[in-house]
């Protein structure tokens, strides 16, 4: 799934975006995952998920991940004040399939 050379490519938030969006439509899930770029922030959700996530990097280039909430589960996130700093876009690239499987295994219980 995760290539090195892939890793390479993604510099800035919306080079992220553009490669979760091709990810994603390459491996077919039936989750509907919803990857949007807006203002330099990538957000990630799933319909029917209270939570996701929201990628941006600060003025030194360091990514910065969020946790994002919907408390009515009604499409409007907002951050938690839970986040995550890194230098390395694999680590974010983890995130994203951390969470990712997150929502497989809650999918298959329920």
């Not at 892939?6 to 994603?24: C, I, P």
């Not at 946790?67 to 996130?77: L, P, Q, R, T, W």
Request: proline share 3%.
């Amino acid at each position: 799934m995760l290539r090195p050379d892939d890793v390479e490519t993604s510099l800035t938030a919306h080079d992220l975006s553009v490669y979760l969006k091709e990810m994603v439509l390459r491996e077919d899930r039936d989750l509907k995952i919803d990857i949007d770029y807006e203002s330099g922030e990538v957000f990630i959700n799933c319909p029917g998920f209270s939570n996701g996530l929201s990628v941006t990097t600060d003025p030194f280039g360091v990514w910065v991940i969020n946790e994002v909430i919907s408390k009515d589960n009604n499409g409007i996130f907002t951050q938690t004040g839970n986040h995550f700093k890194t230098e390395k876009t694999m680590t974010v690239l983890r995130a994203v399939a951390s969470w990712i499987f997150d929502l497989e295994e809650s999918t298959r219980k329920g």
